[in-house]
T-cell receptor, first 112, second 115 residues
Framework: QQQVKQSPQSLIVQKGGISIINCAYE??????FPWYQQFPGKGPALLIA?????SEKKEGRFTISFNKSAKQFSLHIMDSQPGDSATYFC???????????FGQGTRLTINP | NAGVMQNPRHLVRRRGQEARLRCSPM?????VYWYRQLPEEGLKFMVY????????ESGMPKERFSAEFPKEGPSILRIQQVVRGDSAAYFC?????????????FGQGTRLTVV
């Protein structure tokens, strides 16, 4: 119930393409869904986040799509660039709770 | 405004020794969280602290691990009698008191290697 399942584990996309990473959850008490980007040797950095009252949020080339009935959310990276090559984590937390539950991560490689 | 500062960045300990990991939150942040990341895995929540209080330690192993966030000074994650399985990256995050749902900022982590 506390898990967030993320797929795929690794993803290779050509420069300029669309990268799509998916996450699914079971606990309907989750109400905050952030995505983090992590470069090797660095800590995770918040990329974009969404709450379940909206179905989509866009910030620049990054979009979160949220499907409340399916309990799924995804990250889309448009016009993917080599600099986007990193590990991406989805996460979730419950209202009133301060801890994040992370997915297993997706290692994204953008080929030039 | 400096970010979350963790030290040391790398720590090597022999089995049975103690490891002390330090985290200074961002200026103005009074909430600290510790997460552990095993190789090729996501981050796992360990403990959530406010100044002088442990709020949620549901992710902490029952033995050998402890955490504190004193009134003055950094937060400390302490691992006694380390074992090889403790080898991991340990991340600290901080957030301001008024932010709900963990708009938290992470440090660069301490990579612990137990030999």
């Amino acid at each position: 119930q506390q898990q967030v399942k993320q797929s795929p584990q690794s993803l290779i996309v050509q420069k300029g393409g669309i990268s799509i990473i998916n996450c699914a959850y079971e606990n309907t008490a989750f109400d905050y869904f952030p995505w983090y980007q992590q470069f090797p040797g660095k800590g995770p950095a918040l990329l974009i986040a969404i709450r379940p009252d909206v179905s989509e949020k866009k910030e620049g080339r990054f979009t979160i799509s949220f499907n409340k009935s399916a309990k799924q959310f995804s990250l889309h990276i448009m016009d993917s660039q080599p600099g986007d090559s990193a590990t991406y984590f989805c996460a979730a937390s419950m209202k009133g709770a301060q801890k994040l539950v992370f997915g297993q991560g997706t290692r994204l490689t953008i080929n030039p | 405004n400096a970010g979350v500062m963790q030290n040391p960045r790398h720590l090597v300990r022999r089995r049975g020794q103690e490891a002390r990991l330090r985290c200074s939150p961002m200026k103005g942040h009074s909430h600290v969280y510790w997460y552990r990341q095993l190789p090729e895995e996501g981050l796992k929540f360990m403990v959530y602290l406010q100044k002088e209080n442990i709020i949620d330690e549901s992710g902490m192993p029952k033995e050998r691990f402890s955490a504190e966030f004193p009134k003055e000074g950094p937060s400390i994650l302490r691992i006694q009698q380390v074992v090889r399985g403790d080898s991991a990256a340990y991340f600290c995050a901080s957030s301001p008191a008024w932010v709900m749902n963990t708009e938290a900022f992470f440090g660069q982590g301490t990579r612990l290697t137990v030999v």
